[in-house]
């Protein structure tokens, strides 16, 4: 395990997309004695699948799993989250979360907290879902645009098989890990997510799989 080494790890299908995001990656600034690679995982069959294929092909302890369209335009990016990582219980970071997931299993449906600009369509708007207290927020889930981690954990492809639920999965499996999962308290935001039009196709199929697996005693409904 190389640490000082940082990887960049997305799942793409768009070049265009993937060429943006690494012209952001490659303005910020690299700590002394650290060094960033980039992993482009083609023709994943799922984002489980991708990751697990990203995490193993490279030796970094630290990790970003994020999504193609997401460009982060904090310069200082690496810098802060070395810093948070300095504490060993923290195992994952994420831009926007929950303190308390919803019983529905859908982080959307409860409060949230983070802080990105977000592009929609036709309207572009800064996503500030709440305001807290501190350096950061501990939460019980993140969402997948950015998935920050300094310790290895496999993801659930074994259950999750499409481009759903792996995030809060994912999120479960650190928490089960007894590590703790923050959102930094930022000021401004530290990314751009250009997600456009959500895709649902699977959301609650694997929202199913999801609650039988980690909350089996809680009732799925809508």
């Not at 990203?54 to 302890?61: E, F, L, S």
């Not at 703790?180 to 000021?187: A, C």
């Amino acid at each position: 395990m190389n640490d000082n080494k940082i990887c960049f790890i997305m799942c793409t299908n768009n070049t265009q997309y993937a060429s943006e995001c690494k012209r952001y990656l490659n303005a910020l600034i690299i700590p002394k004695d650290y060094h960033i690679e980039f992993l482009e995982i083609l023709d994943a069959c799922s984002m489980t699948a991708g990751y697990n294929e990203g995490m193993n092909a490279t030796d970094a302890k630290y990790k970003i799993y994020l999504h193609q369209d997401v460009f982060i335009i904090n310069k200082n990016f690496i810098i802060d989250i070395l810093n948070f990582f300095k504490d060993s219980a923290i195992g994952m970071i994420g831009m926007v979360g929950c303190e308390e997931l919803p019983k529905t299993g859908v982080m959307w449906y409860g409060k949230r907290v983070g802080n990105i600009y977000s592009n929609h369509i036709c309207n572009s708007y800064i996503s500030d879902f709440s305001t807290f207290e501190g350096e950061y927020c501990e939460v019980k889930a993140i969402d997948g645009l950015m998935i920050i981690t300094q310790y290895d954990l496999p993801w659930r492809d074994d259950l999750f098989k499409s481009w759903d639920y792996y995030d809060i999965s994912q999120s479960h499996e650190f928490i089960n890990a007894g590590y703790k999962i923050i959102v930094p308290n930022t000021k401004t935001p530290w990314c751009i997510h250009d997600d456009g039009m959500m895709k649902l196709n699977n959301y609650y199929s694997n929202r199913e799989i999801f609650l039988k697996a980690y909350l089996p005693n809680r009732e799925i409904s809508r």
